[in-house]
């Protein structure tokens, strides 16, 4: 499909973070850091950071003891990193300690977006737990020690656009994309540590079937390579268009990539495949109530 009219260094641009969290915080923070300061060198508006950007742990256990509340030491450098930058942040899996944690003794995983101020302006706890056990990939239980987010956040304006916030196994579930772009979002995330037998089969397939049955961009950083004995992610960041074609796509290992953001061929998109306009609520309800 044609794109718009815009030139292209008119339009924003977005910077997709790839990285191999291990259990050592500080050297996590440091790769990060070094990675939003190249994307703001390089005129991003916005970096993504893939989920467990802040660390990936041996087993629960350690997971508990590394975890911080989103007012902790942590969370301070990245607001301080996102106002000397002058870049907004999407931090996209962030092992929280809620209020609720002396009770529980349970995290969230929380999709954390900052503005170019460094101020929280959505979080988002991550809805839909990865419990599954897929053969060769080893057993995968996150409810042993996160708790589920309860509601969706509403799509947040940027300066790249309204971005609708989700976490790596909510793109298996359509109706939380559905939702998100039905309540204004023009870009979907999904930050992830997705693994290498899932990874192969069913990430790429997946991103570009989001982007387009909701007719978004979909952002998508990843962790990748392998995190410690027990754990390895698939990697292959990118960024899909509403078309469905990948227009960004980091090679191996660490690293980003940079995509610009045509909102003006979004709405075309729109306009020439109006799906939305065409759905049969009558038949099987309708996804589009505004989000509290």
Not at 63 to 88: H, K, N
Not at 210 to 225: D, L, M, P, T
């Amino acid at each position: 499909m044609a794109r718009s009219s815009s030139t292209s260094w008119e339009l924003p641009m977005v910077a997709v973070c790839q990285v191999t969290s291990t259990p050592n915080k500080q050297e996590n923070f440091k790769t990060c850091a070094e990675l939003v300061l190249e994307a703001a060198r390089l005129g991003a508006c916005l970096a993504f950071l893939p989920e467990a950007f802040d660390f990936i742990a041996r087993n629960p256990a350690e997971t508990l003891q590394l975890s911080e509340p989103l007012d902790g030491d942590l969370l301070g450098r990245y607001s301080q990193l996102a106002r000397e930058c002058g870049i907004w942040l999407s931090l996209g899996g962030f092992h929280e300690r809620g209020q609720d944690w002396e009770q529980t003794q349970k995290i969230y995983n929380c999709h954390v977006l900052l503005n170019n101020k460094g101020s929280v302006v959505a979080r988002y706890r991550k809805t839909h737990l990865c419990d599954v056990e897929i053969p060769g990939q080893g057993p995968m239980r996150e409810s042993n020690s996160t708790l589920p987010g309860t509601t969706l956040e509403p799509p947040i304006s940027t300066p790249a656009g309204k971005v609708g916030l989700a976490i790596c196994y909510d793109m298996r579930f359509p109706e939380l994309s559905l939702k998100l772009a039905q309540a204004g979002a023009e870009i979907l995330t999904y930050p992830s540590a997705f693994g290498s037998v899932t990874g192969p089969a069913h990430w790429e397939v997946l991103l570009r079937a989001r982007a387009i049955e909701s007719q978004c961009y979909v952002i998508a950083a990843a962790q990748c390579g392998r995190h410690h004995e027990t754990r390895a992610s698939y990697g292959h960041s990118m960024v899909v268009d509403p078309w469905g074609t990948v227009v960004a796509r980091c090679s191996e290992g660490p690293g980003l990539c940079l995509a610009r953001i045509d909102l003006n061929f979004l709405q075309q998109m729109r306009q020439h495949l109006p799906v939305f306009q065409h759905r049969r609520s009558d038949l099987y309800g309708n996804l589009g109530q505004p989000l509290s």
